[in-house]
C-alpha cells in the first residue's frame, strides 16, 4: 500500500503484469476498510463509555439534590426553575431574536389573533384582551 514514498511518487513495478498491480490494490483497499472498521470500533466503544458515566453524572446529581432538598438546603422547585431559566437564556445566547414585532403587531394581525385566541383558552385570552386594551389606550 507504499505510494511510493512521503512525496507520492510511485516506483516503477518492473516485471510486474497488470494483474499483480490490481490484487494489490485489492490488499490495499482491504487494509483500509480493516483500518476504518477498527476506528470506528474504538469510537463506538468510548461514545458507549461516555453514555454510562453521563447516566452515572445524571443518578448522582438527581441523589444530591434529593438528599439537600431532605435536609433543607435545596428547593427543587427553586433550583428546576434557576435550571430553566438557565438553559432558556444559553438557547438565547446561541440564538439571537431581532425581531421588531411587538403584542400590539401580532394582536393587530385579527386572523393570527383569533388563531392565537382559539389555542390559547378563555383564561389566557381574556388576559390577552387585558393587555391590548392596556396598548391601545
Same mark, same amino acid.
Given at each position: @500500500?507504499d505510494?511510493?514514498g &512521503?512525496? !507520492?511518487?510511485?516506483?516503477p513495478e518492473? !516485471?510486474?503484469?497488470?494483474?499483480?498491480? !490490481?490484487s494489490? $490494490? $485489492?490488499? @490495499? *483497499? #482491504?487494509?483500509?476498510?480493516?483500518?476504518v #472498521?477498527?476506528?470506528f #470500533?474504538d469510537?463506538?466503544?468510548?461514545v =458507549?463509555r461516555l453514555?454510562?458515566q453521563? !447516566?452515572?453524572? /445524571? /443518578?448522582?446529581?438527581?441523589?444530591?439534590r434529593?438528599? %439537600?432538598?431532605? #435536609?433543607?438546603?435545596?428547593s %427543587?422547585?427553586?433550583?428546576? +426553575?434557576?435550571l430553566?431559566? /438557565?438553559?432558556f437564556?444559553?438557547?438565547? /445566547?446561541?440564538?439571537?431574536?431581532?425581531g421588531? *414585532? =411587538?403584542?400590539?403587531?401580532? +394582536?393587530a394581525?385579527?386572523e393570527l $389573533?383569533? =388563531? +392565537?385566541?382559539? @389555542? &390559547?383558552?378563555p383564561?389566557?385570552t381574556g388576559?390577552? %384582551? $387585558? =393587555?391590548?386594551?392596556? %396598548?391601545?389606550?
Amino acid at each position: @500500500c507504499d505510494a511510493g514514498g &512521503a512525496s !507520492g511518487a510511485r516506483r516503477p513495478e518492473a !516485471g510486474r503484469g497488470a494483474g499483480a498491480r !490490481g490484487s494489490r $490494490a $485489492a490488499g @490495499c *483497499a #482491504d487494509n483500509a476498510l480493516s483500518s476504518v #472498521d477498527a476506528r470506528f #470500533d474504538d469510537l463506538w466503544m468510548f461514545v =458507549t463509555r461516555l453514555h454510562m458515566q453521563i !447516566g452515572a453524572l /445524571q /443518578q448522582e446529581g438527581a441523589v444530591l439534590r434529593s438528599c %439537600l432538598n431532605a #435536609d433543607g438546603i435545596l428547593s %427543587l422547585d427553586r433550583f428546576l +426553575v434557576r435550571l430553566h431559566r /438557565q438553559r432558556f437564556a444559553a438557547v438565547r /445566547q446561541a440564538h439571537p431574536f431581532h425581531g421588531e *414585532a =411587538t403584542i400590539a403587531n401580532v +394582536v393587530a394581525a385579527q386572523e393570527l $389573533a383569533l =388563531t +392565537v385566541a382559539r @389555542c &390559547a383558552g378563555p383564561h389566557a385570552t381574556g388576559a390577552l %384582551l $387585558a =393587555t391590548s386594551a392596556s %396598548l391601545s389606550a
